[in-house]
């Protein structure tokens, strides 16, 4: 059962929205304000949430965007529940991140609608990046002894994209971060983590990362600089927290993996 949680002050239409979804064969959860709103994402972590714009004490954009700037619900489909919205209004809950506008009164038909096609569109990117996810697995039998070109690493079938991966390839040996590439190409944190992630699943972090250990590796490999000089130049001025990170994601240090690999070959 796909989870859905409202963030509606209006206590009758709450709970109407609660009941039909309910109905439908949703499970539902149901937040009278911004502040519970965003403890209930947090805590339940739903498949779609669905949330008024006029609120006390926290208002519905304020809602996507601190859910935007957190990983674990930052790839949420989000629509926005209104009385009424202008031009202006809808750019920014666009550039925050919204996925959809739905103005009140609707019909509950329309609301259903709206759930269907955002969640649908959820499946399909998951499937696409499972899919994709095996390719590579099954292209490098051993984690990490196949080190790629640099550039092919970035996809290029999201144009939109482009400008945030050409950044990180340029920018990727110095300690650059989330904010770095949103004031870069122009976007605000929040809305540049929901498109990454919504679009690659991926966020920023995980493209910066995966950059500079694909240098690392290659500069592991075909060349005898010691570990921490490779970290400076991957990004990582401390080598402890290169190495930590090497670990992390290849389960065995820098020097191991080269003694490892150049063996190999």
Same mark, same amino acid.
């Given at each position: 059962?796909?989870? +859905?949680?409202?963030?509606?002050?209006?206590? %009758?239409?709450?709970?109407?929205?609660?009941? /039909?979804?309910?109905?439908? *064969?949703?499970?539902?959860? =149901? !937040?009278?304000?911004?502040?519970?709103?965003?403890?209930?994402?947090?805590?339940?972590?739903?498949?779609?949430?669905?949330?008024?714009?006029?609120?006390?004490?926290?208002? =519905?954009?304020?809602?996507?965007? !601190?859910?935007?700037?957190?990983?674990?619900?930052?790839?949420?489909?989000?629509? @926005?529940?209104t009385?009424k919205?202008?031009?202006?209004?809808?750019?920014?809950?666009?550039?925050? *991140?919204?996925?959809?506008?739905?103005?009140?009164?609707?019909?509950?038909?329309?609301?259903? %609608?709206?759930?269907? +096609?955002?969640?649908? &569109?959820?499946?399909?990117?998951?499937?696409?990046?499972?899919?994709?996810?095996?390719?590579?697995?099954? /292209?490098?039998?051993?984690?990490?002894?196949i080190?790629?070109?640099?550039? /092919?690493?970035?996809?290029?079938? @999201?144009?939109?994209?482009?400008?945030?991966?050409?950044?990180?390839?340029?920018?990727?040996?110095?300690?650059?971060?989330? /904010?770095?590439?949103?004031?870069?190409?122009?976007?605000?944190?929040?809305?540049?983590?929901?498109?990454?992630?919504r679009?690659?699943?991926?966020?920023?972090y995980?493209?910066?990362v995966?950059?500079?250990?694909v240098?690392?590796?290659?500069?592991?490999?075909?060349?005898?600089?010691?570990?921490?000089?490779?970290?400076? &130049?991957?990004?990582?001025?401390?080598?402890?927290?290169?190495?930590? %990170?090497?670990?992390? +994601?290849?389960?065995?240090?820098?020097?191991?993996?080269?003694?490892?690999?150049?063996?190999?070959?």
């Open positions: 059962m796909k989870k +859905i949680l409202i963030i509606e002050n209006e206590t %009758r239409t709450r709970n109407l929205f609660l009941n /039909s979804l309910k109905t439908d *064969g949703y499970n539902v959860i =149901g !937040a009278e304000n911004g502040v519970v709103g965003v403890q209930l994402a947090k805590e339940h972590l739903p498949d779609l949430v669905i949330c008024d714009i006029q609120m006390p004490e926290l208002d =519905g954009y304020g809602v996507l965007k !601190a859910l935007r700037q957190e990983p674990l619900t930052a790839v949420i489909p989000f629509i @926005f529940l009385a919205v202008s031009k202006a209004e809808l750019r920014q809950g666009m550039e925050l *991140g919204a996925n959809d506008y739905l103005t009140k009164p609707c019909k509950v038909e329309e609301l259903l %609608r709206a759930i269907a +096609i955002q969640l649908e &569109k959820q499946t399909v990117l998951k499937q696409w990046y499972s899919t994709e996810s095996q390719t590579v697995k099954e /292209s490098e039998p051993v984690q990490g002894a080190v790629p070109d640099p550039q /092919s690493i970035f996809p290029d079938n @999201f144009p939109q994209l482009n400008p945030v991966f050409q950044f990180i390839e340029e920018n990727y040996n110095k300690q650059i971060n989330l /904010s770095d590439v949103a004031e870069a190409v122009g976007y605000s944190t929040a809305y540049l983590t929901n498109l990454v992630k679009q690659t699943n991926k966020t920023v995980n493209w910066i995966e950059r500079q250990m240098e690392a590796r290659m500069l592991l490999l075909k060349t005898d600089e010691p570990v921490n000089q490779i970290a400076a &130049k991957v990004g990582y001025p401390d080598a402890g927290h290169f190495i930590r %990170r090497f670990r992390q +994601i290849y389960s065995i240090s820098p020097k191991q993996w080269r003694n490892t690999h150049r063996t190999q070959l």
